[in-house]
């Protein structure tokens, strides 16, 4: 019997512990949002052009501000894809992060997700409440802006040229 259940966890515990975006699904997209792997075992945001004008959550459905401190929190920080406790705006983890082993129908967690329009200047972050591995289709209100990160560690996109106030460059 113990040795049954050794066989069961080596199978099962893969499938447990799978990560957030993971590449066994090609794309995940919501309105040419889309999220996908890039090379292997490189997953990033690829946005659709022209979906915002805002750089800040300034309030709305599209712009909720609640959003704005762990969005400044993500666009403070080098990976493209990322998980935040919205309570303390801590990082949860990226990518690889799972919801999986949290009970979100109680748990709340935010995903944002920065990006670069094609080879253009423009560029996208969207903070949104996060509820299932691999979706990213806005079950709520978000906020997406205009702007990105400064850094980049997961070579996701080119960063944004320097600016602080989210507008004035240096």
Not at 42 to 57: D, H, L, M, R, V
Request: charged share 10%; aromatic share 10%.
């Amino acid at each position: 019997m113990l040795s049954l259940i050794r066989i069961w966890l080596f199978l099962a515990l893969p499938l447990l512990c799978r990560s957030a975006f993971n590449a066994q699904n090609a794309s995940w997209c919501w309105n040419f949002n889309c999220v996908r792997e890039q090379s292997p075992g490189k997953i990033c945001y690829y946005p659709a052009g022209s979906q915002a004008n805002s750089t800040f959550c300034s309030g709305g459905h599209s712009v909720d501000n609640a959003y704005e401190t762990v969005l400044e929190t993500h666009l403070n920080q080098t990976l493209s894809i990322a998980y935040y406790d919205p309570n303390t705006n801590a990082q949860l983890g990226g990518v690889n992060y799972s919801l999986s082993t949290l009970d979100t129908s109680t748990a709340n967690v935010t995903l944002c997700l920065s990006g670069q329009v094609g080879h253009s200047n423009e560029y996208q972050t969207i903070c949104e409440a996060a509820k299932y591995d691999n979706d990213i289709t806005l079950p709520g209100t978000y906020c997406v802006v205009s702007v990105a990160q400064h850094v980049v560690s997961d070579d996701c996109y080119i960063a944004m040229p320097n600016v602080t106030d989210r507008g004035v460059e240096q």
